[in-house]
């Protein structure tokens, strides 16, 4: 049976994959293509996640799409209401037609000589291996491992005789209304969920944390974003309020950069203002690290510091000793006494969902290659992928990306080409790792990773500003790339051609 052919093939149904099937129809209409979605519905992360007060540490409106004004009040958005502006732009845009829900992708080949990748995908329901062709292959899965989170070897952990949790995979059921609850983390899931379960009824929460993180608080609500509304076009009042909050953003980062010191004792200064008199801020809220190292946790209203305030939560710096029937037990002596355990500990990452890849029947290890335009691999051809920023919205850059797709296959289209691959001509440039990010789930991983190089265009610059540029007005003949093949007159099938 001969595979379904597309010109384009994008694998995940969350986010960005989304977006990049709207930016394909209206960017190039008549382009075929399919979402492959290993799950059985729309929304990635946040259809995942279900854990209590999840939400966006992200505004929306650089969080959301480029094309859809976010028009509701809030800015920090919770999760449902996130998946819901997924979900509507994908019935909307008539996107959601064009997604096979249970297929998770297992490898994927090239063949030069066809100019097209052989796709292979598992249907989760039967086991069964399907197999599609594609023009060009689009990466959407983000690069979080879907079935597991991460949690460390915690000594002990088997004597305890209440219920530990990750938060990737939260009981509908869980009742935790009275019940003593511990949430070991110090990210933005700990910070989330404390809040969350204090007011949701625990009789009270402890974060109980092994470094600190830099926090900082915004209003839930834009009052600019609200105001503007009221008297302008929703999608101007949007589109203004994007640049607004990028500019923020990105004077909070190269601030931060230049001036660590400044910015640490401003930092400390604005949770010392929330914070009863005489808390212990430098222990529990002033890491050894310089801001930006990691990402600051947006805490939305100051949600955290009122219910520390309340007395419902409270946070403890220390270190595991070992788990015990009632409780876990720190190395300082003390011991906490809980009744359910959250392990927000982090996540596991998978690279481009774990897929195989082959080029002309040699196997692909993505870590020896560098990335170009922090969107697709050396030697690899007719492949993207789409990764967001760590020091700013995800859908920033995704989005970016998506449309630099259309204007690198409106080039092939109007050369008659096939193929392109990126390639690096340069001996100046040297390899670094892809994320320069400190936080535990980056180092754990960061080898799996492709590398960047430490020039353009194979330098990830973490810039809206400096992509919008280059992705939206620079040369896709750049020099980085090499394009090849013929297309026939109708534009139905390539020639065959050498590499």
């Not at 958005?77 to 829900?101: K, M």
């Not at 979080?144 to 209440?162: A, C, K, Q, V, W």
């Not at 000793?321 to 409780?327: L, M, N, Q």
């Not at 890849?357 to 030697?379: N, P, Q, R, T, W």
Request: hydrophobic content about 40%; glycine content about 10%.
């Amino acid at each position: 049976m001969t595979p379904e052919h597309f010109d384009v093939l994008i694998v995940g149904a969350g986010l960005s994959g989304i977006g990049a099937g709207v930016h394909l129809q209206q960017r190039r209409p008549g382009t075929t293509y399919t979402i492959l979605e290993s799950r059985e519905s729309i929304g990635g992360t946040w259809d995942l996640f279900r854990y209590p007060g999840i939400r966006s540490d992200s505004d929306m409106h650089t969080l959301g799409y480029d094309f859809r004004p976010w028009t509701e009040a809030k800015a920090i958005a919770d999760g449902p209401s996130i998946l819901r502006y997924v979900q509507d732009t994908a019935r909307e845009e008539r996107v959601e037609e064009h997604v096979r829900f249970g297929h998770r992708v297992v490898t994927a080949s090239w063949s030069t000589p066809d100019a097209r990748w052989t796709v292979e995908a598992e249907r989760t329901d039967t086991g069964e291996r399907v197999a599609f062709t594609c023009g060009f292959l689009y990466l959407c899965s983000g690069y979080y491992r879907y079935d597991e989170g991460y949690t460390p070897d915690f000594p002990g952990i088997e004597r305890f005789g209440g219920t530990v949790i990750h938060p990737q995979h939260w009981p509908e059921d869980l009742d935790y209304a009275g019940k003593r609850v511990v949430v070991i983390g110090s990210g933005a899931t700990a910070m989330t969920l404390v809040p969350a379960m204090a007011k949701g009824g625990a009789a009270h929460v402890t974060m109980l944390q092994r470094t600190p993180t830099y926090v900082v608080s915004l209003p839930a609500e834009d009052p600019v974003a609200n105001g503007l509304r009221r008297v302008l076009p929703a999608k101007t009042a949007y589109g203004i309020v994007r640049w607004k909050n990028v500019a923020m953003q990105t004077a909070n980062y190269q601030f931060s950069r230049r001036a660590p010191g400044v910015m640490k004792r401003l930092l400390k200064f604005g949770v010392k203002m929330r914070l009863p008199k005489g808390y212990d801020v430098d222990t529990h809220f002033t890491p050894p690290y310089n801001p930006w190292d990691q990402r600051l946790c947006l805490v939305p209203d100051a949600d955290l510091f009122r219910a520390i305030r309340r007395g419902t939560a409270s946070v403890v710096t220390d270190r595991i000793a070992t788990f015990t029937e009632r409780g876990i037990q720190l190395e300082s002596g003390a011991e906490l006494e809980a009744d359910i355990i959250v392990t927000a500990t982090g996540l596991n990452l998978l690279v481009f969902g774990g897929i195989g890849f082959s080029v002309d029947g040699e196997a692909i290890d993505v870590s020896k290659h560098m990335a170009y335009k922090g969107m697709m691999l050396e030697g690899v051809p007719n492949l993207a992928f789409a990764i967001g920023y760590t020091n700013a919205s995800w859908t920033l850059k995704c989005d970016l990306t998506s449309a630099y797709l259309c204007r690198l296959l409106d080039h092939m289209d109007a050369h008659g080409q096939t193929w392109c691959r990126p390639e690096n001509s340069d001996p100046d440039v040297v390899e670094e790792p892809l994320l320069d990010f400190t936080a535990g789930y980056v180092l754990r991983a960061v080898d799996q990773f492709p590398r960047q190089g430490s020039k353009t265009p194979w330098k990830m610059r973490m810039s809206y500003a400096h992509d919008v540029v280059a992705l939206r007005r620079g040369d896709v003949d750049d020099g980085g790339i090499v394009f090849g093949g013929t297309r026939t007159r109708a534009g139905a099938s390539p020639d065959r051609v050498a590499a």
